[in-house]
C-alpha cells in the first residue's frame, strides 16, 4: 500500500509553473529523498503535501486521504520538521511539546513529553526556552515536536542543515531508527548527497518542476557511471550526462 | 475533552504559557486602559469642581462609562489581532497550519484569548473608576453584559478584517491592528451622541454597532431608561459584520494556500 500517492500534481504561479505534472509513490515504511536544486519544486511539492499550499491541478492522497477533501484526517496522522520554521522561542521545549501535543490530541500526552525526552535526550534543557538552545538542541526538539503524534507519514526539509557531524549523523542514526521501529514513510528534502544515500530507498530527481529522474540511489549511481550522488545531482542540474540506458 | 476543544485549548495555552512568565507583557495588557481612565477620571473630576452640579457628574459618568466600554471594543479587537501576529512574528504558522487545527478552531483560540485579554485590561480600569472617581459601570445593571457582548462582537468582526488583510498582504498590514479602531472611534458616538454629527457623517454612524451601545449607554446613564431598540440595531448589525468579517477571514485564508503565503508569512 502507498502511504503518498501523488499523480499529475502542478503548481503555477502566474507565468510560473514551480512544479509540473509530477506524479510519485512512497509505499508504506519507504523513504523518500527529494533531491533538487534551488527552485527545482522541492519546497512547493513539500507545501502541497502538507496542504499549506492548494495545487493548480492533480491530486494527492496521504493514507487513503484525499489532501483536496480530507486533509485534516491526514493531517492528524502526519508532521513535519523543518530547520528554516522556528517554535515559539519564549516557550520552554516542555511547554512547546504540550502545545503541539494538544493541537495533535496525543493521548497520555504528558507521557509521551517524557518518552521523547528520554529517547531524543532533551532532559537536561526541557524546561529551557527554545530560543535559548543551541542548533543541535533546536534540531532535537523540531524532531521531537514532530514525533510527538507518533506520525505514519513524516516530511522532513533539511532536517540536519547546519548541524555538525556528530549530531548530523546522531540524527540520522535516530531516524533510521524510529523508521525501522514505526515503519513510518518518510519523505526527505536535503542537500545532504551522504544523507539521501544512507537513508532514502528511493530518490526523485527534480528540475524546473519536473521529475527528471528516479530509482535507488545505488541504481542512480549505476545509470549515470558515478561514484556518489553529488556527481549524479551536478550531472542532472547541468545537463552534463544523460543517464546509460539500462 | 474532545478533538476540537483540545486544539483550541493547544494553541490558547501557547499564549497564556508566555503570559504566565512574562510581567512585562501582563502589564502591557492593562497599562493603557489604566492611564486612559486616569486621564479621564480628572478631566471628570475637574468638570465637577468647575460646574459643581449633577449634570456636571452626569457627564462626567458618561465620559468614564464611554472610555471603559471603548477599551472592550479596542482590547477584543487588539486580543485577536496581536495573538495571531505573535504566532507570525515567532515563525510558527508553518507548524500551526500543518496541524489539524480547522480554521475556525484558531479563530475561536484567538476569541478565547481575547476575552482573557480584554478581562485583564479592563478590569483593574473598571476598579479604578470605581475606587477613585466614585464611578460604578455595574450601576448600569445587567444590561452592561449586552453592551459588553455587543463591543466584543464588533471588536473580533474588526480584527478579523485585520488578520484577513494581513493574510493578504502580509507583515505591512500589521499597523493596522493598532490604528484601526481609533478610525471609527469619532463615528461610534463614544462620548457624544450621535446627532452631534454633521447630516452627512451620520449615515456611517448608525452602520456601526458600537453607537447604537453608546447610545444606549447614554440612556441608561442619563435618562434610567434602556434602548432596546438599539440594542437590537447593535446586535443585527453585528450579525452582518461577524458574518462579512467571518467571510472574508475564509476568503483570504483560502487565498492564501492558493499564493502559498501561510509557510511565508512573518518574513
Given at each position: 500500500?502507498?502511504?503518498?500517492?501523488?499523480?499529475?500534481?502542478?503548481?503555477?504561479?502566474?507565468?510560473?509553473?514551480?512544479?509540473?505534472g509530477?506524479?510519485?509513490?512512497?509505499p508504506?515504511?519507504?523513504t523518500?529523498g527529494?533531491?533538487?536544486?534551488n527552485?527545482?519544486?522541492?519546497?512547493?511539492?513539500i507545501?502541497?503535501?502538507?496542504?499549506?499550499?492548494?495545487?493548480t491541478s492533480?491530486?494527492i492522497?496521504?493514507?487513503?486521504?484525499?489532501?483536496?477533501?480530507d486533509?485534516?484526517?491526514a493531517?492528524a496522522?502526519?508532521?513535519?520538521?523543518?530547520?528554516?520554521?522556528?517554535l515559539?522561542?519564549?516557550?520552554?521545549?516542555?511547554?512547546?511539546l504540550?502545545v503541539?501535543g494538544?493541537?495533535?490530541?496525543?493521548?497520555?500526552?504528558?507521557?509521551?513529553?517524557?518518552?521523547?525526552a528520554?529517547?531524543?535526550?532533551l532532559?537536561?534543557?526541557?524546561?529551557?526556552?527554545?530560543?535559548?538552545?543551541?542548533?543541535?538542541?533546536k534540531?532535537?526538539?523540531?524532531l521531537?515536536k514532530?514525533l510527538?503524534?507518533t506520525?505514519?507519514?513524516?516530511?522532513?526539509?533539511?532536517?540536519t542543515a547546519?548541524?555538525?557531524?556528530?549530531?548530523g549523523?546522531?540524527?540520522r542514526?535516530?531516524?533510521?531508527?524510529?523508521?525501522?521501529?514505526?515503519?513510518?514513510?518518510?519523505?526527505?528534502?536535503?542537500?545532504?548527497?551522504?544523507?539521501?544515500?544512507?537513508?532514502?530507498?528511493d530518490v526523485?530527481?527534480?528540475?524546473k518542476?519536473r521529475?527528471?529522474?528516479?530509482?535507488?540511489?545505488?541504481?542512480?549511481?549505476?545509470?549515470?557511471?558515478?561514484e556518489?550522488?553529488?556527481?549524479?545531482f551536478?550531472?542532472?542540474?547541468?545537463?552534463?550526462?544523460?543517464?546509460?540506458?539500462? | 475533552?474532545?478533538?476540537?476543544?483540545?486544539?483550541?485549548?493547544g494553541?490558547?495555552?501557547?499564549?497564556l504559557?508566555?503570559?504566565?512568565?512574562?510581567?512585562?507583557r501582563?502589564?502591557?495588557?492593562?497599562?493603557w486602559?489604566?492611564l486612559?481612565?486616569?486621564?479621564w477620571?480628572?478631566?471628570?473630576s475637574f468638570?465637577?469642581?468647575?460646574?459643581?452640579?449633577?449634570?456636571a457628574a452626569?457627564?462626567?459618568?458618561?465620559?468614564?462609562?464611554?472610555?471603559?466600554l471603548w477599551?472592550?471594543?479596542?482590547?477584543?479587537?487588539?486580543?485577536?489581532?496581536?495573538s495571531?501576529?505573535?504566532e507570525?512574528?515567532?515563525?510558527?504558522?508553518?507548524?500551526?497550519?500543518?496541524?489539524?487545527?480547522r480554521?475556525?478552531?484558531?479563530?475561536a483560540?484567538?476569541?478565547?484569548?481575547?476575552?482573557?485579554?480584554?478581562?485583564?485590561?479592563?478590569?483593574?480600569?473598571i476598579?479604578l473608576?470605581w475606587?477613585?472617581y466614585?464611578?460604578?459601570?455595574?450601576?448600569?445593571?445587567?444590561?452592561?453584559?449586552?453592551?459588553?457582548?455587543?463591543?466584543m462582537i464588533?471588536?473580533w468582526?474588526?480584527?478579523?478584517?485585520?488578520?484577513?488583510?494581513?493574510?493578504?498582504?502580509?507583515?505591512?498590514?500589521?499597523?493596522?491592528?493598532?490604528?484601526?479602531l481609533f478610525?471609527?472611534?469619532?463615528?461610534?458616538?463614544?462620548?457624544y451622541?450621535?446627532?452631534?454629527?454633521?447630516?452627512v457623517?451620520?449615515p456611517?454612524?448608525w452602520?456601526?454597532?458600537?453607537?447604537?451601545?453608546?447610545?444606549?449607554?447614554r440612556?441608561?446613564?442619563?435618562d434610567?431608561?434602556?434602548?432596546?431598540?438599539q440594542?437590537?440595531?447593535?446586535?443585527?448589525l453585528?450579525?452582518?459584520?461577524?458574518?462579512?468579517?467571518?467571510l472574508?477571514?475564509?476568503?483570504?485564508?483560502?487565498?492564501?494556500?492558493?499564493?502559498?503565503?501561510?509557510?511565508?508569512?512573518g518574513?
Open positions: 500500500m502507498d502511504a503518498i500517492r501523488v499523480e499529475g500534481l502542478t503548481k503555477r504561479y502566474g507565468e510560473v509553473l514551480a512544479v509540473d509530477i506524479s510519485f509513490a512512497a508504506v515504511g519507504s523518500i527529494l533531491l533538487g536544486g527552485g527545482a519544486g522541492k519546497t512547493t511539492t507545501s502541497m503535501l502538507l496542504g499549506l499550499l492548494l495545487p492533480g491530486s492522497h496521504v493514507l487513503g486521504h484525499d489532501m483536496a477533501r486533509r485534516f484526517a493531517l496522522r502526519m508532521n513535519f520538521s523543518s530547520p528554516y520554521v522556528s515559539p522561542a519564549r516557550l520552554t521545549v516542555a511547554e512547546n504540550r503541539y494538544h493541537l495533535y490530541t496525543v493521548p497520555n500526552l504528558e507521557r509521551r513529553i517524557a518518552e521523547l528520554a529517547d531524543l535526550a532532559e537536561d534543557f526541557i524546561h529551557r526556552p527554545a530560543g535559548q538552545l543551541s542548533a543541535g538542541q534540531t532535537r526538539v523540531a521531537a514532530s510527538i503524534n506520525p505514519d507519514v513524516l516530511l522532513l526539509d533539511e532536517p547546519s548541524l555538525d557531524p556528530d549530531t549523523d546522531w540524527v542514526s535516530w531516524l533510521e531508527r524510529y523508521r525501522a521501529q514505526s515503519k513510518c514513510t518518510i519523505l526527505l528534502a536535503s542537500h545532504n548527497m551522504a544523507e539521501v544515500h544512507r537513508m532514502c530507498t526523485l530527481m527534480l528540475k518542476g521529475i527528471v529522474d528516479h530509482g535507488t540511489p545505488d541504481a542512480l549511481l549505476e545509470r549515470y557511471g558515478r556518489d550522488l553529488e556527481e549524479v551536478l550531472d542532472i542540474a547541468r545537463d552534463r550526462r544523460q543517464a546509460v540506458p539500462a | 475533552m474532545s478533538g476540537g476543544v483540545r486544539r483550541v485549548w494553541l490558547m495555552y501557547r499564549h504559557a508566555l503570559y504566565r512568565r512574562s510581567w512585562p501582563l502589564v502591557e495588557l492593562c497599562y486602559p489604566v486612559q481612565m486616569c486621564i477620571g480628572f478631566t471628570a468638570l465637577a469642581m468647575r460646574m459643581g452640579s449633577s449634570l452626569t457627564a462626567g459618568a458618561a465620559l468614564l462609562g464611554g472610555v471603559l477599551e472592550v471594543t479596542l482590547r477584543s479587537q487588539m486580543g485577536v489581532s496581536i495571531f501576529m505573535e507570525m512574528w515567532s515563525r510558527n504558522l508553518g507548524h500551526v497550519f500543518v496541524s489539524p487545527l480554521p475556525w478552531e484558531l479563530v483560540a484567538l476569541l478565547g484569548m481575547s476575552i482573557i485579554r480584554m478581562t485583564i485590561g479592563v478590569l483593574p480600569a476598579l473608576a475606587a477613585f466614585a464611578f460604578n459601570l455595574f450601576a448600569l445593571g445587567p444590561v452592561l453584559v449586552l453592551f459588553f457582548i455587543n463591543l464588533m471588536g468582526a474588526v480584527a478579523l478584517g485585520v488578520v484577513s488583510l494581513i493574510l493578504r498582504h502580509g507583515s505591512g498590514a500589521e499597523a493596522l491592528a493598532w490604528g484601526i478610525g471609527l472611534a469619532p463615528f461610534s458616538a463614544v462620548f451622541p450621535v446627532s452631534v454629527l454633521p447630516a457623517v451620520q456611517i454612524a452602520v456601526l454597532p458600537s453607537s447604537h451601545v453608546f447610545e444606549g449607554m440612556g441608561v446613564l442619563l434610567g431608561v434602556v434602548h432596546w431598540e440594542l437590537a440595531a447593535a446586535f443585527g453585528n450579525v452582518v459584520w461577524i458574518g462579512g468579517a467571518s472574508l477571514f475564509a476568503r483570504q485564508f483560502h487565498a492564501a494556500r492558493v499564493r502559498g503565503a501561510l509557510l511565508s508569512m518574513e
